[in-house]
């Protein structure tokens, strides 16, 4: 997948780190990762060439979808339609209920 994002303009609502950092957690906590290999993918997250966008213009959007989709999933959608971009997944119940969503595997 890394080959398919190497030219691409990412971008991703300002908490995306906040969420990268939870899934890291549980999967150390889990034995899954060392606590130096989190640090290491902490690092490349803080250089990742990834657009950040605060959240101000969002939650309202994000809001209104509540009822199809997870708050914070939510949020990706909104900044989608703000920048009339797709979405990249591999969560399918996220793709089914966001049109701008595309599932990859």
Partial sequence: MHRRFTDADLHVPAHF???VLSALGRL???GHLTARAVGSRLDHLAAAPVTRHTLESLVVPA???RGDLRLTD???AALADELDLQIVTTDAAFAASCRRATLVR
């Fill in 63 to 65: 809001w209104r979808r």
């Fill in 74 to 76: 939510a949020l990706y």
């Fill in 17 to 19: 780190d906040a969420e």
């Fill in 28 to 30: 150390q906590r889990g």
